[in-house]
């Protein structure tokens, strides 16, 4: 037999299957979605296998080595799934399967097979029971002799054994070493009292085996009898005692103890919403659902009742969350719900941590997966609903090879199990909230906050009126007496301010000299704490000069607004009001997010003042302020959806105040008082936002009106960076209709980072079949051409940074 395998070499020519030959002895192991060793060229490397089959028209083909694995990795639908990403991101074949798996599968690894926790060792095979001799654990290089590895397949179908991956530096499984009687009760009595009077510490061990006769972890036996380690290595030696590691999964929750909730009445409005939804699971019937509704309006009830039904019926769940709002929270409110049937994947947790939580998931241990963007290739194999909370979040669109939606993965796969897609949003993106006009989703609705709580009161304060009348402050006047009268009351206040650091540049009043990154063209930010300048880019980083560079002036002064200063700034006017920061620079440590979120929660602190990472998914009854220091931080980018994200923004952030019994009140401080995003942010009104940004995006040929696909060129050398982006301009132009608008070649916005320079062109379309075949073709001229070493060519297909 012959299999199809495609290699671990990310390259053109290397992009296709290529067929081995499959050894007699490996017959029944080697199947697709079974990960090999095979030859290629003079080294060795890993490959997926794609498929198998009777006849190649290559005539002298090479063997595979040796299989990774003795089940597959991936199932036949990842396998399909991996062919749609290919086509639909121009990746390689290897990174689409690549991104489906836990970083720990794409390391160095020593392979290992072990005794699994019901093993029946009497009913296998006396090779395999010889091979195991004492032991739970032998390595892979112990099984390859040409029969073993075909009876250690039928072993691991019964259940018996199964392969675990020893990860060299990247993930060690965590082990515990157990102590288990290796004799019955009655022979334990024989040999203890055969046993010398001089060897007391041997004979309290065996008294406790015979009172208890099972496994005990090794530092409990040495507490309970108050033996020495060296007694029971001498009860192992002489085969009365045996020692086993057991497997203990990675649990970043273990000391967290979560209270089982029972689901709640909904109201009429959810039930309402929830019934198409309830339909589609008992029908088998794919149908993506537009859930739109307000902050606050009991979205979270309706996906945790859906998934109850999914489970009832013996299906298993996906709900993506934005990485932001994978929140503790969130987290705990599905952990509260369906206790161990649920796994949690996202980037706070260790690679060993990731690899447990992926290996529950495969195998069938639970039935909810809650997870970031990547947790939409959870391998599952009986999906019944997956759920995409805050759909319109940028995060869910991958910025690196291969570049796919986490939204559009969700619906092939839910086409391919006929099950439901439910997209929630109080703020949905343009492009689904029209698909959701046009019928292509079905739209459900909430516009009112749970027990019609009203939404809170909020106020627009004009930042240029403050200036006129003499306020420099970062506060406005009626933030700051806002701010004084919740302390007063003890209530608590949350301030938002979009950009991390100290101030946003350092500039010369003498000269207007601005210190830049050397390797982008970028100003640097100051960062107050470590009192250095910083390259949010590219990670350069430099001391403060204290004379201008450029003229020498001493006149050194630091524009914008960043954490650091605001903190700084609240610790003078307001001395007695207790702080808590959150952003990158206070987060980066492990478990410091969840720690001050807890503290805030404790009422440790009375003003929480933070980075876009406190805008979603937060819910405390005593928040009755939220303050937006500048609305206008992303609305000036060079982005044609920075309306879109200042609005959905302004609206999130706003939904973190008053949601219980307290009222709220939000203060949005801005320059452009009179921006549309703004105003309808301060109104809560979405219908009128989506209308007007509608009408600008049909103006000016951008989604959901037209397609669009970003193409950019980097190299070292500028004038090869031009004139390969003028090259692939004119050749697209060539090839599509004339209705197609091809821009270009222009400097990114940010025209050079990392000491490469950086020009793209825009393709706007609305229909163009051909397209992928067209930037298929530039890629492989560029990549087959040896004469452009160092060239990097990217092509984003509906991307969602332009910069």
Not at 130 to 159: C, H, M, R, V, Y
Not at 782 to 803: A, C, F, H, R, V
Request: include cysteine; proline fraction near 5%.
């Amino acid at each position: 037999m012959i299999a199809s395998v495609i290699v671990d070499v990310p390259a053109k020519q290397t992009d296709r299957a290529f067929d081995y030959k499959i050894p007699e002895n490996l017959g029944n192991i080697i199947k697709p979605g079974v990960r090999v060793v095979v030859p290629f060229g003079p080294r060795k490397v890993q490959g997926f296998v794609i498929g198998i089959k009777e006849h190649s028209d290559v005539k002298r083909l090479k063997s595979i080595i040796e299989p990774m694995d003795l089940s597959p990795v991936l199932s036949a639908e990842m396998i399909k799934l991996a062919d749609w990403l290919t086509e639909k991101t121009l990746c390689y074949k290897i990174s689409a399967f690549q991104v489906m798996l836990p970083p720990a599968l794409k390391a160095r690894y020593e392979k290992k097979i072990r005794l699994s926790d019901s093993a029946e060792i009497e009913s296998m095979a006396f090779e395999i029971r010889d091979l195991f001799a004492g032991k739970d654990t032998i390595t892979w290089n112990e099984t390859l002799g040409p029969d073993l590895l075909s009876l250690l397949q039928k072993e691991a179908a019964k259940g018996n054994v199964e392969v675990i991956y020893e990860v060299k530096e990247r993930v060690k499984k965590k082990k515990e070493k157990y102590i288990v009687p290796a004799l019955s009760i009655d022979d334990l009595i024989k040999e203890m009292e055969s046993l010398s009077n001089r060897a007391h510490k041997q004979k309290e061990v065996l008294q406790y085996f015979i009172d208890n006769h099972q496994s005990v972890k090794s530092g409990e036996l040495l507490t309970a009898t108050g033996g020495s380690s060296s007694a029971v290595k001498e009860l192992i030696k002489k085969g009365i005692l045996k020692e086993k590691e057991v497997e203990v999964y990675r649990d970043p929750y273990e000391n967290r103890a979560f209270r089982k909730t029972e689901p709640l009445p909904l109201t009429d409005r959810q039930k309402k919403a929830i019934t198409p939804v309830l339909a589609a699971i008992e029908n088998k019937q794919h149908e993506v659902f537009m859930l739109y509704g307000v902050t606050g309006s009991g979205k979270t009830e309706i996906y945790l009742q859906s998934i109850q039904r999914v489970i009832e019926k013996g299906k298993e769940s996906i709900v993506l969350v934005p990485e932001i709002s994978l929140t503790p929270q969130m987290v705990k409110r599905f952990k509260e719900r369906f206790g161990n049937l649920v796994a949690v994947l996202h980037s706070g947790l260790s690679i060993g941590e990731k690899y447990d939580e992926w290996r529950k998931i495969q195998r069938k241990e639970v039935k909810v997966v809650v997870g970031a963007r990547s947790a939409v290739f959870a391998p599952f194999e009986n999906i019944g609903i997956i759920i995409i909370d805050e759909e319109h979040e940028t995060s869910y669109k991958q910025e690196d090879n291969p570049r796919y939606h986490a939204r559009d993965v969700a619906i092939e796969r839910a086409k391919y199990y006929s099950c439901p897609v439910v997209l929630g949003s109080a703020t949905p993106s343009l492009e689904s909230f029209a698909r959701a006009k046009k019928g292509v989703y079905t739209l459900l609705e909430l516009p009112a906050r749970m027990n019609n709580h009203p939404m809170p009161a909020v106020e627009i304060i004009d930042m240029r009126e403050e200036l006129r009348a003499g306020n420099r402050s970062v506060f406005s006047r009626a933030l700051f007496n806002a701010i004084q009268d919740r302390l007063k009351k003890r209530e608590q206040i949350v301030l938002f301010l979009n950009k991390r650091g100290y101030s946003s540049f350092v500039m010369c009043r003498d000269c207007g000299y601005v210190v830049g990154c050397p390797h982008c063209d970028i100003s640097l930010t100051y960062h107050r704490f470590q009192s250095r300048m910083k390259c949010h880019y590219c990670g350069y980083e430099s001391q403060v000069p204290q004379v201008c560079p450029e003229c020498g002036s001493k006149h050194i002064r630091y524009f914008g607004t960043g954490t650091q200063k605001v903190e700084e700034e609240l610790a003078k006017i307001l001395p007695e009001a207790r702080v808590i920061r959150m952003d990158v620079d206070t987060t980066s440590r492990r478990g410091s997010h969840e720690r001050l979120l807890s503290d805030f929660q404790a009422g440790k602190a009375d003003i929480l003042l933070g980075t876009q990472m406190i805008a979603k998914g937060l819910d405390f009854p005593n928040i009755t302020l939220v303050g937006v220091l500048s609305a206008d931080t992303m609305l000036h980018l060079p982005d044609f959806r920075s309306s879109e994200k200042t609005f959905q923004l302004l609206t999130q952030v706003s939904g973190r105040a008053g949601r219980h019994e307290l009222e709220g009140e939000v203060i949005i401080q801005t320059y452009t008082p009179e921006h549309y995003s703004v105003e309808l942010a301060g109104q809560h009104n979405y219908d009128r936002f989506f209308e007007k940004e509608m009408m600008v995006r049909k103006m000016h040929n951008y989604p959901p009106y037209y397609y669009i696909t970003l193409i950019t060129v980097s190299d070292e050398n500028l004038m090869t960076a031009i004139d390969v982006t003028e090259k692939i301009t004119k050749f697209i132009k060539s090839r599509v209709s004339p209705d197609t608008l091809v821009l270009g070649p222009s400097a990114s916005a940010i025209p050079r980072i990392n000491d490469r320079y950086r020009y793209q062109c825009l393709i706007k379309y609305k229909r163009e079949p051909e397209l992928g075949k067209i930037l298929k073709n530039v890629l492989d001229h560029y990549q087959q051409n040896t004469g452009y070493k160092g060239l990097q060519i990217s092509i984003d297909i509906n991307p969602y940074i332009l910069m």
